[in-house]
T-cell receptor, first 114, second 113 residues
Framework: GDSVTQMEGPVTLSEEAFLTINCTYT??????LFWYVQYPGEGLQLLLK?????DKGSNKGFEATYRKETTSFHLEKGSVQVSDSAVYFCALSGGRGANSKLTFGKGITLSVRP | DAGVIQSPRHEVTEMGQEVTLRCKPISGHNSLFWYRQTMMRGLELLIY????????DSGMPEDRFSAKMPNASFSTLKIQPSEPRDSAVYFC???????????FGDGTRLSIL
């Protein structure tokens, strides 16, 4: 079945550092890929998405490119801020038919120090 | 625009009691999902509905858990009887189906004493 693998955490960075969070997936067909972010005490929020190979999703300075050849969707940001401290989840949706069930990775906690 | 609305935000009750969690999805969304999040197990999908019909309940832990969606604007997740190991944050999410993203509520933090 479908699966998502995220790098082990937690990750601690200093403000303005470069961020990469790795995500690889296994899926049949042509899934859509997502990054969700969860701030303390809140639900998950969609950060960005990509629906086909070579698409780049971007939002709030974060970017991720759908790489079919390496089955990856790594999240990057050039300069992190303290306010980026949160848990980040990579996810995929097989999307066949009417079902939009998401398969999530385990999530990774990012802490950014001033 | 109103997002997914969950109630209550917090619930503390004694083991053995019935617990009912409520969710109002975003208007126009036809898929609804219930998740449970714990430190040990992470984010788990319990059940999801499409057009008010349960599609996959394989994540429901046991018969003490039940979920209903009587109409397009309301769903409940019920635990009866509750046990301390049910303590978790329960999220509801909705989407417009297909490969569209899911929108999450703020969750219900449940503590069973």
């Amino acid at each position: 079945g479908d699966s998502v693998t995220q790098m082990e955490g937690p990750v601690t960075l200093s403000e303005e550092a470069f961020l990469t969070i790795n995500c690889t997936y296994t899926a049949t067909g042509y899934p859509s890929l997502f990054w969700y972010v969860q701030y303390p005490g809140e639900g998950l929020q969609l950060l960005l998405k990509a629906t086909k190979a070579d698409d780049k999703g971007s939002n709030k300075g974060f970017e991720a490119t759908y790489r079919k050849e390496t089955t990856s969707f790594h999240l990057e940001k050039g300069s992190v801020q303290v306010s980026d401290s949160a848990v980040y989840f990579c996810a995929l949706s097989g999307g066949r038919g009417a079902n939009s069930k998401l398969t999530f990775g385990k999530g990774i906690t990012l802490s950014v120090r001033p | 625009d109103a997002g997914v609305i969950q109630s209550p935000r917090h619930e503390v009750t004694e083991m053995g009691q019935e617990v009912t969690l409520r969710c109002k999805p975003i208007s126009g969304h036809n898929s609804l999902f219930w998740y449970r999040q714990t430190m040990m197990r992470g984010l788990e999908l319990l059940i999801y509905f499409n057009n008010n019909v349960p599609i996959d309940d394989s994540g429901m832990p046991e018969d003490r858990f039940s979920a209903k969606m009587p109409n397009a604007s309301f769903s409940t997740l019920k635990i009866q009887p509750s046990e301390p190991r049910d303590s978790a944050v329960y999220f509801c999410a909705s989407s417009s189906g297909g490969n569209q993203p899911q929108h999450f509520g703020d969750g219900t933090r449940l503590s069973i004493l």
